[in-house]
């Protein structure tokens, strides 16, 4: 332990040179294919929901090879999976043809992606930088079991932006991370989530939020946090990379990308703002940085007159949160809340901090939707060998709110204290209708009973209040009065965690 602290990465001696994203791409082939459309919109920013993984990796593949300039990546994790290896291919094809190439992380899952990553910082166009880094990284194991014990404060603070923006006029923002279960390739877990392509004001707006993270003190060269670099980095993931396109897997896996191609899409035109944390938010101890606390959105949903809906895979609305859905309720808004169940969720610690609102939010005449791990996806079979077939679990992962059929938020923020203080995250408001009825249905294709449970307040015996679980299981309607799809020994698990998990770290 003691070792641990004493190698610690001197901050004040490394170099962090500024770079900010494209001034001018106006000369860019993304720029010239929208400036048409934005000219007949003046004021507007374009959206494309995305709620497919196979969609959503296409379109990252896609902005990749288009862009002639500049790609900006802020990730909070980048998986050297099939899906990862395949996005690393692309954006190094890239950075060859001249673009410049920066790639933001955090550094809580840098191991996962590490070597790739390292490989890529060589290349002559691409940065990679770590944000928020475990300074205490020269002695394995106990550097991080130290710094984790003597500066918890800023450690469980970590950055959870998704942001993927390409020559400063196409962007990608939502709730996906970088890695198979994201993008359908998972041969077990499928995270449901839903991105928000954007073109017009509001990537510029992106853009500055992304230059700040990548400028701030708090970000540090990923070449200043491990060994020097070797000279056979570039080659050697140049090799990976050949070798990685014959594995079965992930040519099958290509095959079903080339066999679904992204069809073009209408734009929806609309005011767009986008709502970010500031950097200084993972630094302890500083009331003045602005966040998208809970008040935030709080004002936001008390401007609802008729409809609340709320997609988050993680909820845990506090007393305030409760407080303010009594409020709406009554003034006659439908509030209606779509979390994951305890069988889906990847996160059985917050499960267990959510499970403490249910009876609240059902009292409060709250419409509560559990999401069933036996989620049908409306794709064709997705996966046709034994490594990429099979049952998966699903598990919703998006991040989204519905006012009004009217105001729509997509974005990183989830519905909890670990989200409204401590992560920072970023999301884009839209004012529109015609997006806002898009979202509402989704919501209601998640929430059908074959997909979602809906939670009821029962009479037991003793006429005390019981949760009901109601869902459509072979077309009927089948109603459980205990958790459904848990064993007795997880529900005594989530019981305890339920009584004992800090809340605020949730």
């Known amino acids: 332990m003691l070792l641990g602290g ?20 106006d000369d860019t082939s993304l720029a010239m294919q929208t400036r048409a459309l934005m000219t007949n919109h003046p004021g507007l920013s374009g959206f494309r929901l995305i709620d497919t993984g196979r969609e959503a990796l296409l379109q990252r593949l896609e902005l990749a090879d288009q862009a002639e300039k500049t790609l900006d990546l802020q990730y909070y994790i980048l998986r050297s999976d099939i899906s990862g290896l395949i996005l690393v291919e692309h954006l190094l094809a890239a950075a060859d ?10 550094d809580l899952h840098f191991d996962q992606s590490g070597q790739p990553l390292l490989a890529l910082d060589t290349h002559p166009n691409v940065e990679v930088r770590i944000i928020n880094p475990f300074l205490h990284r020269y002695a394995p194991g106990f550097g991080r079991m130290f710094e984790v014990l003597s500066d918890f404060n800023r450690i469980q603070r970590r950055m959870h932006n998704k942001v993927y923006i390409a020559d400063n006029t196409v962007a990608l923002i939502g709730g996906r991370n970088l890695g198979d279960e994201y993008f359908e390739a998972h041969a077990s877990l499928d995270l449901r989530d839903i ?18 993270y990548w400028n701030d003190r708090q970000t540090l060269p990923v070449s200043a946090l491990v060994k020097p670099a070797s000279d056979t980095y570039l080659p050697d993931l140049r090799a ?59 004002n936001l949903f008390r401007q609802a007159t008729s409809e609340l809906l709320i997609i988050s895979p993680y909820f845990i609305p506090g007393k305030e949160g409760i407080a303010l859905f009594r409020q709406l309720k009554s003034k006659g808004v439908d509030v209606k809340i779509l979390t994951n169940s305890y069988a889906a969720t990847d996160l059985k610690v917050v499960q267990a901090g959510y499970s403490r609102y249910r009876l609240p939010l059902l009292a409060e005449d709250v419409d509560l939707f559990e999401f069933k791990p036996t989620f049908v996806s409306p794709l064709p079979q997705r996966r046709k060998n034994a490594g990429l077939a099979g049952s998966s679990q699903a598990c919703m992962h998006a ?30 408001l839209v004012n529109s209708p015609e997006l806002a009825q898009k979202m509402a249905t989704l919501f209601e294709r998640y929430t059908q009973p074959r997909n979602s449970y809906r939670l009821y307040l029962g009479d037991d015996k003793d006429d ?25 020994w997880q529900h005594v698990k989530n019981g305890l965690m339920a009584i004992f998990a800090p809340e605020d770290l949730l």
């Not at 004493?6 to 791409?25: M, N, V």
């Not at 991105?195 to 700040?212: A, C, E, T």
């Not at 989204?400 to 519905?415: C, E, L, M, P």
């Open 195 to 212: 991105d928000l392509l954007s073109v017009g004001p509001v990537v510029p707006q992106l853009s500055v939020s992304f230059d700040s």
């Open 6 to 25: 004493c190698t610690a990465i001197d901050l004040a001696s490394i170099d962090r040179p500024f770079s900010h994203a494209l001034h001018d791409p």
């Open 240 to 298: 990976l990379l050949k070798k990685h396109k014959q594995h079965p897997d992930v040519d099958t896996y290509l095959q079903y990308l080339a066999a679904n191609k992204v069809k073009p899409v209408d734009l929806i035109w609309a005011r767009g703002q986008v709502l970010a944390d500031f950097p200084c938010k993972l630094v302890p101890d500083q009331p003045d940085c602005a966040s998208l606390h809970f008040d935030r959105f709080y």
């Open 464 to 488: 005390k209040k019981k949760m009901e679980w109601h869902t459509e299981e072979e077309g009927s309607l089948k109603i459980y009065d205990q958790e459904p799809m848990i064993t007795w």
């Open 399 to 428: 991040k989204t709110y519905v006012i009004d059929r009217r105001q729509v938020f997509v974005g990183s923020f989830n519905h909890d204290p670990r989200s409204a203080t401590l992560n920072t995250e970023i999301g884009i």
């Open 97 to 106: 043809r001249g673009v410049r190439v920066r790639i933001l992380i955090d």
